[in-house]
């Protein structure tokens, strides 16, 4: 059953600890991505990688940091120099490029502050 | 980077109607554009890609891509109560393999 997994689906942290959210992909995709959505807002790319031990910041990369070690798993860690990252997190592969980017999500990580 | 605008809603219709959704961008160079679904609490669901000018029909959605108004669109025939959802446009970026989204329009079907 192919697909894209993240975990955990919530995720408590506290103000100075730094978490890693988990998304894995069976889909054979070479391209994955982190999103970050906030309560009425649009998706906002964070970091993205089109390739094994590759990959690009998007538009709010700061405070966030990824590695791209095989082609199924691409985690996103949270550090502490995020300074508001209560946000519902979001993870997508690509098979396509360019115009053929078809981007498929997994189910999300709620991560909240405490 | 390209930007793309949508009507944030809600946009309210009764069961049966047609849905008209809109999304307009920035960027004359776009070639595709692909529609997302959203439910509350959930993750974007494609739902439908256009290439061309013109229609694409996929069961009860069809989507208009009119390249020289620069705007697409997405109808929704006999709308579903299980259709209420956020409806996110998105555009890839040229030469950047990413997408720029809308912030969505949330559509509310009655009974």
């Known amino acids: 059953d192919g697909g894209i997994t993240q975990s955990p689906k919530y995720l408590f942290r506290k103000e100075g600890q730094n978490v890693t959210l988990s998304c894995e992909q069976n889909l054979n995709h070479d391209a994955m991505y982190w999103y970050r959505q906030d309560p009425g807002q649009g998706l906002r790319l964070i970091y993205y990688s089109q390739i094994v031990n590759d990959f690009q910041k998007g538009d709010i990369a700061e405070g966030y940091s990824v590695s791209r070690e095989k082609k199924e798993s691409f985690p996103l860690t949270v550090t502490s120099a995020q300074k508001n990252p209560t946000a519902f997190y979001l993870c997508a592969s690509s098979s396509g490029t360019g115009d053929y980017n078809e981007q498929f999500f997994g189910p999300g990580t709620r991560l909240t502050v405490l | 980077q390209k930007e793309v605008e949508q009507n944030s809603g809600p946009l309210s219709v009764p069961e049966g109607a047609i849905a008209s959704l809109n999304c307009t961008y920035s960027?004359?160079?776009?070639?595709?554009f692909f529609w997302y679904r959203q439910y509350s609490g959930k993750s974007p669901e494609l739902i439908m890609s256009?290439?061309?000018?013109g229609d694409k029909e996929d069961g009860r959605f069809t989507a208009q891509l009119n390249k020289a108004s620069q705007y697409v669109s997405l109808l929704i025939r006999d709308s579903q109560p299980s259709d209420s959802a956020t409806y996110l446009c998105a555009v890839p970026n040229s030469g950047y393999s990413t997408l720029t989204f809308g912030k969505g329009t949330m559509l509310l079907v009655s009974p």
């Open positions: 960027d004359r160079v776009s070639q595709s």
């Open positions: 256009i290439y061309s000018n």
